[in-house]
């Protein structure tokens, strides 16, 4: 099941100076133990390293050339 977040960041006082997104990226393994990102055991699946990547480069390239 799906956990839910709150989401708790100060992320959106950046926004109020420089356009901002926020993502969320999946990187806990199928029938593997929960732990939440702060946690000393959290280790996220490396199958999702590439995704998040690619997503970040994507998303920088889509800007610099709309900027």
Request: glycine share 10%; no cysteine; aromatic share 14%.
């Amino acid at each position: 099941p799906e956990r839910s977040a709150l989401g708790g960041e100060d992320f959106s006082f950046y926004t109020e100076k420089v356009p901002a997104a926020f993502a969320w990226l999946g990187v806990h393994g199928e029938g593997k133990p929960y732990y939440p990102i702060h946690h000393g055991s959290f280790a996220a699946e490396k199958e999702a390293l590439p995704i998040g990547t690619e997503f970040l480069v994507n998303t920088a390239i889509d800007f610099l050339a709309n900027n």
